[in-house]
């Protein structure tokens, strides 16, 4: 048991060392502070963010393409007769689609603009993983417009009462 024990406190200190190595390489990454000014993406996220896209957007082209490669946009599964009926995406970049799914959950939690973004949805009768995919949605296109400008993630003002 005592063996035991003492493996386990070496596997975390080399998770430790590990996840200062990639904080590392990460802070020294052009988009670093664009990536983490995002509410709900931090350092790991942002990380693993640049890893599964390969830290180059021009590779997508657009929002959209990137949106579909982490398989956060539904897919049309029309028939000669139907139109408009859309399902999940069997393949797509599962990592990537974590990210966006964990980022958009820690952005309900501490960003209100994300909070009003899903409450709005929740009250329009969608189920908590559709709010949710909505929610992760419109953030990838928040982020594909802070990346492509290259500046930093600003919380709008909160609108005034009209008086």
Excluded at 67 to 85: C, E, T
Excluded at 122 to 137: I, P
Aim: charged fraction near 25%.
């Amino acid at each position: 048991m005592h063996t035991l024990a003492k493996e386990v406190m070496s596997l975390n200190q080399q998770v430790a060392e590990l996840d200062k190595a990639i904080e590392a390489r990460f802070h020294d990454h052009h988009t670093f502070e664009v990536i983490t000014s995002m509410p709900g993406l931090d350092i790991i996220l942002g990380a693993e963010f640049l890893a599964a896209t390969g830290g180059d957007m021009t590779v997508f082209g657009t929002a959209d393409r990137l949106v579909g490669f982490g398989g956060a946009a539904p897919v049309p599964r029309d028939s000669g007769k139907l139109s408009g009926n859309l399902r999940r995406p069997q393949r797509y970049n599962r990592r990537l689609q974590r990210v966006f799914y964990t980022s958009a959950l820690f952005s309900i939690r501490h960003c209100e603009e994300s909070r009003r973004f899903y409450d709005r949805k929740r009250a329009e009768g969608e189920r908590h993983t559709q709010a949710v995919l909505a929610l992760a949605r419109r953030r990838v296109n928040v982020l594909w417009a802070l990346l492509r400008d290259g500046r930093r993630y600003e919380p709008a003002p909160p609108a005034r009462a009209a008086a």
